[in-house]
């Protein structure tokens, strides 16, 4: 297998793309910790999946991304429960929809929280064992919205363009020691995230479900069709593997189209 025995964590994996990209980096033999929040019963049943599949360990680790000191925790666990993390993918993420003027401060500050700094954290706490080992992967997931902008999505912009310019500049910090750093940029992915913004699409934007699905999601979306959660684990597998090594710095956009416009 193609990652057997290595260390990986995935944190916001306890559904949709981490959940997915955890499967996959398991199904090659990773030992991997999922974060996030769930369903305690559905959690271990995740574990004993990942672990199945791997022949290896699998931990899930409850830390709210949005407070540094659990980051840290979360950090030093994974270093003792399993061994510092070789790929960290930084996938965790929320959103939420409103015109500027309205959006709640509190609401902004939770985005810029666990969809940037956390990245800031994880990466800043993974490295230093990165660079002693001279191999590492950090795979950001980034989104269509690093390089685009939506209107009533200010704070989500604004952390997933902040965590492209931090993917690149930690690419080039790191160029020589073995490490690679990119982020990952999908566009529409059916998960619970983008279910969840419809309702209050609909309200913003005075539109019914479909309109919301067809004429909002999917109208910059050339494919006409969601991404699937299991394409961008294919390529963080690929970005974890030999041949991507020369791959770092990049913001890699698997968006049907959208951003080719
Ligand atoms: P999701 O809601 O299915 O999964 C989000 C994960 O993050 C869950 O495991 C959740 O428990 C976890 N999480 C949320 N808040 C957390 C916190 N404070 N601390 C720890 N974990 C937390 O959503 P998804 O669509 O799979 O999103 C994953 C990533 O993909 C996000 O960064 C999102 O911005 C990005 N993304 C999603 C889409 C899309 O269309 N779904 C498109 C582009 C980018």
Known sequence: MLLEGK???????????????????????ANVMINGFGDKDEVKAI?????????????????????PAQIDKMIARCTS?????????????IQFVSPVEDFPPEKWDDIIKINL?????????????????GFGRIINTASAHSLVA????????????????????????TAKDGITVNCISPGYVWTKLVENQIPDTMKARDLTRDQVINDVLLAAQPTKRFVTPEEVAGL????????????TGANLSMDGGWTAQ
């Open 117 to 133: 700094t956390a990245v800031f954290h994880t990466t800043r706490l993974a490295l230093p064992e990165m660079r002693r080992r």
């Open 81 to 93: 429960e399993i061994g510092s993390p070789e790929i960290l993918v930084n996938n965790a993420g």
């Open 47 to 67: 574990c004993a999946e990942l672990a199945k599949a791997s022949g290896g360990v699998a931990l899930h680790d409850g830390a709210d991304l949005g407070s």
């Open 150 to 173: 939506s209107p009533n999505k200010s704070a989500y912009v604004a952390a997933k363009h902040g965590v492209a310019g931090f993917t690149k500049a930690v690419a080039l910090e």
């Open 236 to 247: 963080a597998l690929y970005l974890c593997g030999e041949n991507a090594g020369s791959i």
């Open 7 to 29: 260390r990986a964590l995935v944190t916001g994996s306890t559904s949709g793309i981490g959940l997915a990209m955890a499967r996959a980096l398991a199904a090659e033999g």
